[in-house]
């Protein structure tokens, strides 16, 4: 149960790593000409660095994760993130999810689910 736990957590911190970077990079708008200046400015903006914290830490309980379930198992799981981006992006940002865009999600579900039986 706590491997299940642990994937859970790592998964739920990797969506809200992708929601808060998007919403950073909304406050910080479309990105002229990148350059090392530009790297600084996109790294600690507070949703940008929140979000690759966010990340940071669902690699390190990833690691836990591989150490006690078999990775043919567990990588499966990580597409339940998919579902869940989408799903956030739909809430927080107000993106637009079309019919085939929902038709995949269900897909990526159903194989989720099939790939969680052992």
Do not use: H
């Amino acid at each position: 149960m706590k491997s299940y736990l642990l994937v859970a957590c790592s998964v739920i911190l990797g969506v809200l790593g992708q929601l808060f970077m998007k919403k950073g990079m909304l406050a910080l708008g479309p990105l002229d000409e990148p350059n090392i200046m530009t790297a600084f400015a996109i790294v600690f903006q507070p949703w940008v660095f929140g979000g690759l914290f966010a990340y940071g830490m669902a690699m390190v309980i990833w690691v836990a994760v591989l150490g006690r379930l078999d990775l043919s198992y567990a990588y499966p799981l990580l597409s339940s993130g998919y579902v869940l981006v989408a799903l956030g992006s739909w809430w927080m940002f107000g993106e637009q999810i079309s019919a085939t865009r929902w038709a995949g999600i269900l897909v990526i579900s159903a194989g989720v689910v099939l790939s969680a039986k052992k």
